[in-house]
């Protein structure tokens, strides 16, 4: 991917705002919330690389909030949103 985007922190925050609504609404709060949370820590801990989090940017919130619903472990739910933005 080329001309990455400088991902600001209110970027970041408005992105991830809008998958944890989008997974609070459809879900529930308890299950939106810890379902949200492999990639809350995968952005948060600094793991998430820039070309990871542009392409997160460009995704539509309710397909990555699918890919962490799926369950599993915060690896597999990772690997999955990894797989839908096509970054491995």
Known sequence: MQ???VMSRTDI???MGKIMMYMMETYGCDAGAREFSPLMWYVE???ASLEFLNRLWE???FMVARRLHKGGTDEEAIRRVKKLLNVL
Request: net charge positive; aromatic share 0%; no cysteine.
């Open 3 to 5: 001309n990455l985007k």
């Open 13 to 15: 925050n408005m992105m």
């Open 45 to 47: 801990t600094g793991r």
């Open 59 to 61: 995704a539509k919130p």
